[in-house]
């Protein structure tokens, strides 16, 4: 059919499917198309456009697509897409932690980039994509991962069932690391964190992090402000929770620079019996736990 003045193209609809074929309408529900839009609708509608290819017009080939986007000419902004193996508290493949504020993504091709990016040890491992402008991340990463919790269970409670899932996602290219250092294998037990991580939905675990905290108690802070656990080497800094006081029964760790602690979590309750191996460890578990008076004469 030719289109002339008097049949004109209905140009809403088919800026729409222009735009959904674009993918710039991905997060737009079809119910708000043609309504009042609002400031996020807006602002979402404005981010989607950067990030679509830009088209250059010319008489003898019309509209030309370019490969890159209004978002990258004008600010750098690309999607970065890579697993995140190191952090300002953990590192992976090194001793030390990274700056402050900085993320290192091994991407897709096997390249180590470093960005401006604060995040944990809860993402540290898995594959994420996040937004960045001028080597500065502008949104918060978004997991791709699929992370299987194995905490808190002891070896010898595992089912046949989870011994048997453990065995066929586990392979040798199962990375291990223990407290962010490389290892062996997995420690199963209570009170221990297992975090199993497959980065490509593939069933087969590519890491395995296994956190093993400490618990002390703090037994001095200086008139600096260091403090020092008993009964624990710790290292280059000291990183505690607000108003931390001398005697805090704490959960302590210590990961490529940094010892970290949380303060332990209390139950109040009876005690109506005692495992006590040797007498010396007993007394020192009574002394750590404030029960000397009580259990410990």
Known sequence: ????MSSPVPVG??????????????NVQDATLGQPATRELVAELIFRAMIVPTVEYTNAFGYQQNKTTLGWNEFKLFEAEGTIVANEIADLYGSKALDTGKTELVNNFGRSVTYNLTTDTSIIGEKVNVWIADET????????????????????????????????????GTQYFVNY????GATFDKGIM???????????????????DTLTFIDNIDDDGDILPNDMAVEDKVVAYDAAAEGDVVLAINIDGGTY?????????????LNTPGRDRYHRRCRLHGFWDQLCR
Do not use: C, H
């Open 1 to 4: 059919m030719t289109r002339t």
């Open 181 to 184: 250092d490389k290892a062996d």
């Open 13 to 26: 609809k088919s800026t729409a499917s222009t735009a959904e074929s674009l993918g710039i309408l991905d």
């Open 261 to 273: 602690l949380e303060k332990a979590a209390f139950v109040t309750g009876n005690v109506t019996g």
């Open 194 to 212: 297992i975090k199993a991580i497959d980065n490509n939905n593939d069933g087969d675990y590519e890491y395995v992090l296994t956190e093993i």
């Open 137 to 172: 991340a502008v949104s918060t990463p978004a997991s791709l991962a699929d992370v299987t919790d194995w905490s808190n269970l002891r070896a010898a409670d595992l089912t046949n069932d989870q011994e048997d899932e453990w065995a066929d996602a586990t392979n040798g």
